[in-house]
Protein backbone atom coordinates (compact mmCIF):
# COMPACT_ATOMS: atom_id res chain seq x y z
CA UNK A 1 0.00 0.00 0.00
CA UNK A 2 2.86 2.17 0.20
CA UNK A 3 3.99 2.44 -3.39
CA UNK A 4 3.78 5.87 -4.65
CA UNK A 5 1.45 7.35 -7.43
CA UNK A 6 4.64 9.03 -9.00
CA UNK A 7 8.04 9.93 -7.40
CA UNK A 8 9.15 12.66 -10.84
CA UNK A 9 8.41 15.49 -11.56
CA UNK A 10 5.18 16.74 -12.31
CA UNK A 11 3.26 19.62 -14.10
CA UNK A 12 -0.06 20.45 -13.75
CA UNK A 13 -2.21 23.75 -13.95
CA UNK A 14 -4.23 25.54 -12.08
CA UNK A 15 -7.27 24.08 -12.94
CA UNK A 16 -6.25 20.52 -13.14
CA UNK A 17 -5.94 21.13 -9.27
CA UNK A 18 -8.55 23.33 -8.52
CA UNK A 19 -6.09 25.65 -6.92
CA UNK A 20 -7.43 29.13 -6.16
CA UNK A 21 -5.42 31.00 -9.18
CA UNK A 22 -5.18 31.19 -13.09
CA UNK A 23 -6.12 28.35 -14.36
CA UNK A 24 -3.53 28.15 -16.86
CA UNK A 25 -0.89 28.57 -14.01
CA UNK A 26 1.89 25.89 -14.53
CA UNK A 27 2.48 23.91 -11.30
CA UNK A 28 5.49 21.80 -10.54
CA UNK A 29 5.55 19.43 -8.17
CA UNK A 30 9.23 18.26 -7.14
CA UNK A 31 10.51 14.87 -7.42
CA UNK A 32 10.68 12.60 -4.53
CA UNK A 33 12.57 9.59 -3.40
CA UNK A 34 10.06 7.43 -2.23
CA UNK A 35 6.27 7.13 -0.58
CA UNK A 36 7.35 8.99 2.96
CA UNK A 37 10.84 10.85 1.83
CA UNK A 38 9.16 13.41 -0.71
CA UNK A 39 9.55 16.67 -2.30
CA UNK A 40 10.35 18.32 0.97
CA UNK A 41 13.06 16.58 1.94
CA UNK A 42 14.73 16.93 -1.78
CA UNK A 43 14.07 20.56 -2.25
CA UNK A 44 15.43 20.95 1.35
CA UNK A 45 18.56 19.18 0.59
CA UNK A 46 19.23 21.55 -2.05
CA UNK A 47 18.51 24.51 -0.40
CA UNK A 48 22.40 23.71 1.37
CA UNK A 49 25.03 25.62 -0.24
CA UNK A 50 27.37 23.40 -0.75
CA UNK A 51 30.66 24.23 0.85
CA UNK A 52 33.58 23.10 2.12
CA UNK A 53 32.48 23.24 5.70
CA UNK A 54 30.10 20.78 5.58
CA UNK A 55 31.01 18.00 3.34
CA UNK A 56 29.50 15.27 6.01
CA UNK A 57 25.99 15.94 7.33
CA UNK A 58 22.69 14.77 8.80
CA UNK A 59 19.49 15.91 7.32
CA UNK A 60 16.48 15.72 10.30
CA UNK A 61 12.89 16.79 9.30
CA UNK A 62 11.10 15.70 12.41
CA UNK A 63 7.42 15.38 12.36
CA UNK A 64 4.92 12.55 12.35
CA UNK A 65 7.13 11.15 9.81
CA UNK A 66 11.01 11.71 10.91
CA UNK A 67 12.55 12.00 7.29
CA UNK A 68 16.08 11.48 7.82
CA UNK A 69 19.18 12.07 5.21
CA UNK A 70 22.99 11.63 6.06
CA UNK A 71 24.53 13.47 2.79
CA UNK A 72 28.08 12.63 2.01
CA UNK A 73 30.14 14.12 -1.35
CA UNK A 74 29.44 10.59 -2.79
CA UNK A 75 26.31 9.54 -1.62
CA UNK A 76 23.12 10.88 0.36
CA UNK A 77 21.48 7.84 2.42
CA UNK A 78 18.38 9.05 3.54
CA UNK A 79 15.24 7.09 5.09
CA UNK A 80 11.43 7.65 7.08
CA UNK A 81 11.29 6.45 10.47
CA UNK A 82 7.22 6.39 12.00
CA UNK A 83 7.85 8.76 14.67
CA UNK A 84 4.31 9.38 15.05
CA UNK A 85 2.50 12.63 16.40
CA UNK A 86 4.17 13.01 19.52
CA UNK A 87 6.23 16.19 18.26
CA UNK A 88 3.17 17.39 16.63
CA UNK A 89 1.21 17.39 19.59
CA UNK A 90 -1.11 14.69 18.88
CA UNK A 91 -1.84 11.78 21.07
CA UNK A 92 -0.69 13.57 24.05
CA UNK A 93 -3.05 14.32 26.57
CA UNK A 94 -3.00 18.14 27.25
CA UNK A 95 -1.34 18.43 23.47
CA UNK A 96 -1.91 20.51 20.59
CA UNK A 97 -0.41 22.09 17.45
CA UNK A 98 2.19 25.19 17.87
CA UNK A 99 -0.90 27.65 17.86
CA UNK A 100 -1.48 30.66 19.63
CA UNK A 101 -2.48 29.16 23.41
CA UNK A 102 0.46 26.60 22.79
CA UNK A 103 3.36 25.95 25.43
CA UNK A 104 6.44 26.19 23.36
CA UNK A 105 9.08 26.76 25.93
CA UNK A 106 9.50 24.73 29.77
CA UNK A 107 12.33 24.76 31.88
CA UNK A 108 12.20 24.89 36.05
CA UNK A 109 12.07 28.84 35.41
CA UNK A 110 9.17 28.94 33.85
CA UNK A 111 7.26 28.64 30.34
CA UNK A 112 6.51 30.57 27.09
CA UNK A 113 3.16 30.45 25.66
CA UNK A 114 3.06 31.05 21.73
CA UNK A 115 0.67 34.21 21.22
CA UNK A 116 1.59 35.42 24.99
CA UNK A 117 -1.64 34.11 25.96
CA UNK A 118 -3.03 32.06 28.76
CA UNK A 119 -1.56 28.38 28.35
CA UNK A 120 -3.96 26.04 26.52
CA UNK A 121 -1.94 22.76 26.47
CA UNK A 122 2.18 21.76 24.79
CA UNK A 123 2.77 21.43 21.32
CA UNK A 124 6.08 19.54 20.72
CA UNK A 125 8.92 21.63 21.41
CA UNK A 126 7.22 22.16 25.04
CA UNK A 127 6.38 18.84 25.03
CA UNK A 128 10.19 17.97 24.73
CA UNK A 129 11.38 20.61 27.11
CA UNK A 130 9.17 19.47 29.55
CA UNK A 131 9.74 15.58 29.19
CA UNK A 132 13.60 16.65 29.52
CA UNK A 133 13.00 18.82 33.03
CA UNK A 134 11.44 15.18 34.23
CA UNK A 135 13.89 12.67 33.10
CA UNK A 136 16.88 15.41 34.55
CA UNK A 137 14.78 16.07 37.50
CA UNK A 138 14.85 11.98 37.97
CA UNK A 139 10.67 12.30 38.05
CA UNK A 140 10.79 9.52 35.78
CA UNK A 141 13.51 6.81 35.87
CA UNK A 142 15.77 5.76 32.84
CA UNK A 143 13.10 2.96 31.89
CA UNK A 144 10.55 6.15 31.19
CA UNK A 145 8.60 5.47 34.35
CA UNK A 146 6.73 8.27 36.24
CA UNK A 147 5.40 7.20 39.45
CA UNK A 148 2.78 10.60 39.35
CA UNK A 149 1.47 12.82 36.51
CA UNK A 150 3.74 16.38 36.57
CA UNK A 151 2.17 19.26 36.54
CA UNK A 152 3.01 22.05 34.40
CA UNK A 153 0.41 24.67 34.79
CA UNK A 154 -1.80 24.69 37.63
CA UNK A 155 -6.16 24.81 36.11
CA UNK A 156 -6.57 28.09 37.89
CA UNK A 157 -4.07 29.42 35.60
CA UNK A 158 -4.78 27.35 32.66
CA UNK A 159 -7.06 28.71 29.97
CA UNK A 160 -9.02 25.79 29.96
CA UNK A 161 -9.63 25.67 33.45
CA UNK A 162 -7.79 22.35 33.90
CA UNK A 163 -4.31 21.80 35.33
CA UNK A 164 -1.69 20.68 32.27
CA UNK A 165 0.01 17.80 32.81
CA UNK A 166 2.83 15.33 31.43
CA UNK A 167 0.99 11.40 31.96
CA UNK A 168 2.92 7.96 31.81
CA UNK A 169 0.89 8.08 28.53
CA UNK A 170 2.94 11.28 27.28
CA UNK A 171 6.35 9.60 27.93
CA UNK A 172 5.74 6.72 26.52
CA UNK A 173 5.10 8.47 23.27
CA UNK A 174 7.77 10.57 23.38
CA UNK A 175 10.09 7.38 23.69
CA UNK A 176 8.32 5.60 20.65
CA UNK A 177 8.76 8.85 18.58
CA UNK A 178 12.87 9.56 19.74
CA UNK A 179 13.65 5.76 19.59
CA UNK A 180 12.43 5.87 15.98
CA UNK A 181 14.60 9.03 15.23
CA UNK A 182 17.51 7.53 16.73
CA UNK A 183 17.29 4.30 15.28
CA UNK A 184 16.81 5.89 11.91
CA UNK A 185 20.18 8.06 12.50
CA UNK A 186 22.21 4.70 13.47
CA UNK A 187 21.08 2.62 10.88
CA UNK A 188 22.05 5.05 7.94
CA UNK A 189 25.73 5.92 9.93
CA UNK A 190 25.90 2.01 9.52
CA UNK A 191 24.98 1.97 6.04
CA UNK A 192 27.73 5.01 5.38
CA UNK A 193 30.35 3.10 7.86
CA UNK A 194 30.69 6.91 9.62
CA UNK A 195 30.30 7.97 12.97
CA UNK A 196 29.43 11.25 14.67
CA UNK A 197 32.96 12.27 14.95
CA UNK A 198 33.25 12.10 10.93
CA UNK A 199 29.93 14.41 10.64
CA UNK A 200 30.46 18.35 9.89
CA UNK A 201 26.73 19.24 10.93
CA UNK A 202 23.24 18.43 12.00
CA UNK A 203 20.54 20.42 10.41
CA UNK A 204 16.89 20.93 11.37
CA UNK A 205 14.80 21.20 9.02
CA UNK A 206 10.70 22.12 9.59
CA UNK A 207 8.44 23.86 12.09
CA UNK A 208 8.95 21.83 14.64
CA UNK A 209 13.09 21.98 14.55
CA UNK A 210 13.13 25.44 14.01
CA UNK A 211 11.49 26.02 17.89
CA UNK A 212 13.33 22.64 19.43
CA UNK A 213 16.01 23.45 22.55
CA UNK A 214 18.44 21.34 21.12
CA UNK A 215 19.55 20.89 24.69
CA UNK A 216 16.43 19.06 26.03
CA UNK A 217 16.50 17.12 22.85
CA UNK A 218 19.46 15.95 23.82
CA UNK A 219 18.62 15.11 27.33
CA UNK A 220 15.94 12.53 25.80
CA UNK A 221 18.33 11.31 23.23
CA UNK A 222 16.64 12.42 20.50
CA UNK A 223 19.66 14.22 19.43
CA UNK A 224 23.12 12.70 19.63
CA UNK A 225 25.01 14.73 22.28
CA UNK A 226 28.50 14.11 20.07
CA UNK A 227 26.88 16.74 17.52
CA UNK A 228 26.25 19.45 20.93
CA UNK A 229 27.99 22.06 18.93
CA UNK A 230 27.26 20.86 15.42
CA UNK A 231 23.31 21.73 15.37
CA UNK A 232 21.89 24.44 12.53
CA UNK A 233 18.23 25.29 12.61
CA UNK A 234 17.30 25.42 9.21
CA UNK A 235 13.85 26.74 9.44
CA UNK A 236 11.63 26.18 6.63
CA UNK A 237 13.85 24.46 4.30
CA UNK A 238 11.51 22.88 1.88
CA UNK A 239 10.06 26.34 1.34
CA UNK A 240 13.49 27.87 0.25
CA UNK A 241 14.06 24.85 -2.00
CA UNK A 242 10.61 25.48 -3.82
CA UNK A 243 11.76 29.13 -3.99
CA UNK A 244 14.85 28.45 -5.34
CA UNK A 245 13.34 26.41 -8.13
CA UNK A 246 11.19 29.35 -8.95
CA UNK A 247 14.34 31.73 -8.94
CA UNK A 248 16.65 29.63 -10.80
CA UNK A 249 16.34 27.46 -14.15
CA UNK A 250 18.94 24.75 -13.21
CA UNK A 251 17.93 24.50 -9.89
CA UNK A 252 15.92 21.36 -11.13
CA UNK A 253 17.33 20.02 -13.81
CA UNK A 254 20.93 20.27 -12.20
CA UNK A 255 20.80 20.48 -8.42
CA UNK A 256 17.98 18.23 -7.52
CA UNK A 257 19.12 15.45 -10.34
CA UNK A 258 22.27 15.33 -8.93
CA UNK A 259 20.95 14.65 -5.32
CA UNK A 260 18.03 11.93 -6.82
CA UNK A 261 21.04 10.77 -8.29
CA UNK A 262 23.21 9.93 -5.37
CA UNK A 263 20.61 8.87 -2.99
CA UNK A 264 19.85 5.67 -1.43
CA UNK A 265 17.04 5.26 0.61
CA UNK A 266 17.15 2.60 3.53
Known sequence: PYTPAFTGVQKRTGRELGLNCHPKAEITLLPSVSAFVGADIVAGIGSVKPSEQYNRYLFLDLGTNGELALVTPETIWCCATAAGPAFEGANIFCGMGGVNGAI???SSKGYR?????KPLGLCGSGLVDA???VV?????DSSGLLENEFEIVARDQSASGNSIVITQADIREVQLAKS???SGINIMLKQANLGFEDLDALFLAGGFGNY???ESAMKIGLIPVPMKDKVI???NSAGTGALLS???ESFETTVLNEILRRTKHV
Open 104 to 106: SQF
Open 113 to 117: VIGDE
Open 131 to 133: VAH
Open 136 to 140: EKGLA
Open 180 to 182: AVA
Open 212 to 214: LNV
Open 233 to 235: SLG
Open 246 to 248: LRC
